[in-house]
């Protein structure tokens, strides 16, 4: 059996000690997760993340601007995914929550302190960082 090979990308934007989590409605699952998306096939994972994180929070950020903190792979059902973080703390524009059919919000936290609703995975991943792990392995069915 062939598994499909994703490639994904996430954001970790900085500010004041805290990072960014994007508040999704009921209807998408209700977590707290970090801006991002699926890289598409002309994009590489850089470019996805600029285009996505204008489209999710409304801000602009640049290529030289991120740094590469972490890469996940994920087995999820018959999907092998491999999630790039990036983290940064410089853009341009105002925060916002965009795509109000997907998410209700944005919030500020610590990544000592993170809401009840994070994701398993957003957690994983801030774990991972916090232990200086460039690289982790999850497993989803």
Same mark, same amino acid.
């Given at each position: 059996?062939?598994?499909?090979?994703?490639?994904?990308?996430?954001?970790?934007?900085? $500010?004041?000690?805290?990072?960014?989590?994007?508040?999704?409605?009921?209807? /998408?699952?209700?977590?707290?997760?970090?801006?991002?998306?699926?890289?598409?096939?002309?994009?590489?994972?850089?470019?996805?993340?600029?285009?996505?994180?204008?489209?999710?929070? !409304?801000? $602009?950020?640049?290529?030289?601007?991120?740094?590469?903190?972490?890469?996940?792979?994920?087995?999820?059902?018959?999907? /092998?995914?491999?999630?790039?973080?990036?983290?940064?703390?410089?853009?341009? !524009?105002?925060?916002? &929550?965009?795509?109000?059919?997907?998410?209700?919000?944005? &919030?500020?936290?610590?990544?000592?302190?993170?809401? &009840? $609703?994070?994701?398993?995975?957003? $957690?994983?991943?801030?774990?991972?960082?916090?232990?200086?792990?460039?690289?982790?392995?999850?497993?989803?069915?």
């Amino acid at each position: 059996m062939d598994k499909k090979t994703i490639i994904k990308t996430r954001l970790i934007l900085e $500010r004041d000690s805290k990072i960014l989590l994007l508040a999704q409605t009921t209807s /998408n699952g209700g977590k707290f997760t970090l801006v991002g998306g699926t890289v598409e096939k002309h994009e590489y994972t850089k470019t996805t993340l600029i285009r996505e994180t204008f489209e999710e929070i !409304g801000i $602009r950020i640049q290529s030289e601007n991120l740094q590469l903190i972490h890469v996940l792979h994920k087995k999820k059902g018959k999907e /092998n995914r491999i999630t790039v973080y990036f983290k940064t703390s410089k853009w341009q !524009g105002k925060i916002k &929550a965009m795509e109000t059919y997907k998410f209700k919000g944005v &919030a500020w936290f610590s990544v000592h302190n993170l809401p &009840a $609703r994070t994701s398993l995975t957003v $957690r994983h991943v801030i774990q991972q960082i916090k232990m200086g792990n460039l690289y982790s392995e999850l497993s989803k069915k």
